[in-house]
């Protein structure tokens, strides 16, 4: 299920992210309810549970009575059934944060229990893991789900909230806006096509022009092989502006750059991050570049 706030940001520190893990699990054990995985955002949470529908009621107006949160709409919930859904929606609940453009990797988002997944001794004991790593085999399980949501990451897809981009599309509680809800995990779970050609062009034309605005060959940014630390700073950049025109997929990205993974890719955006923080001269050649991508001169 999952649930929005109404007016002002919710989540607006980790004492208040604190407050409500800890509610969390004590509706867990005050209520016989699973549960499997959780993400909590500035205006909503999702949370993936099993338990009996009228007791689950219950346990979310509990829970949310005990935590004060500021919900007034009825909350959504959402059958999943076991299998590939589970796995789906699961991953799905742990990317919300990476869509968001929040974090660039899920591990990076503390109110998440994505770290559970990772053998994190440190994570709330009340995430029960089995059920979702159980579909990825026994020994070396936690590898391969981590791989599995690595594979959906898309950072920047929806809105700093959280919400899906198309959700402006329909009205509030509408058939169409719930069907929307109930099918967007089972899409990710779709094979990825090949990048239209118009993209790989688009693609090639951003690459010439970060290269031009970090000065470094064309060639370095396809190869990590190749040209050494400005390279390096200049392969991130180059992610970063491919996600701000907002129509390259992260894989897409990654397969057009030689990165193993979209992992990998948002991996370099991160070290552009921090480099960035340092060298604020570097944003300003970021913007050249993309002026310069969407220039009719190129």
């Given amino acids: 299920m999952n649930r929005a706030a109404t007016g002002a940001a919710w989540l607006r520190d980790r004492a208040a ?7 969390v699990g004590e509706t ?3 209520f016989p309810i699973d549960l499997h995985a959780y993400c909590l955002l500035p205006r909503h949470y999702h949370l993936l549970v099993r ?38 929606v699961s991953r799905y609940i742990h990317l919300n944060p990476v869509d968001a453009g929040l974090v660039w990797r899920p591990e990076h988002w503390p109110y998440s229990s994505f770290r559970a997944y990772l053998g994190d001794v440190t994570a709330p004991g009340f995430v029960l893991t089995q059920a979702v790593l159980g579909r990825f085999g026994t020994i070396g399980a936690r590898h391969r789900h981590r791989a599995y949501v690595y594979a959906g990451m898309d950072p920047g897809t929806r809105d700093g ?9 329909f009205r509030p509680g509408s058939s169409a806006e ?13 094979a990825r096509r090949p990048a239209p050609a118009s993209s790989v062009t688009s693609l090639h034309r951003l690459a010439q022009a970060v290269a031009d605005a970090f000065e470094v060959p064309v ?30 997929p ?49």
């Fill in 17 to 23: 992210a604190g407050s409500f893990l800890t509610r």
């Fill in 161 to 169: 909230d959280g919400r899906p981009r198309w959700s402006a599309l």
């Fill in 51 to 88: 338990a009996e529908p009228d007791l689950l009621g219950a346990a979310l107006a509990h829970l949310e009575s005990e935590s004060g949160f500021p919900g007034s709409a009825a909350p959504r919930a959402v059958p999943v059934a076991f299998g590939r859904h589970l796995m789906g």
């Fill in 28 to 30: 867990c054990i005050a």
């Fill in 178 to 190: 719930d069907f929307a809800w109930r099918i967007e995990p089972v899409l990710t779970l779709r």
């Fill in 250 to 298: 992260l894989y897409e990205v990654a397969a057009f750059m030689g990165y193993a993974s979209p992992a990998v890719t948002a991996a370099a955006a991160e070290r552009f991050d921090r480099t960035l923080r340092l060298d604020r001269t570097l944003a300003t050649r970021l913007n050249e570049a993309l002026a310069s991508a969407i220039s009719p001169s190129l």
């Fill in 219 to 248: 060639a370095a940014l396809r190869s990590v092989r190749l040209g050494g630390p400005a390279a390096a700073v200049a392969r991130g950049a180059l992610v970063h502006a491919a996600r701000a025109q907002g129509d390259h």
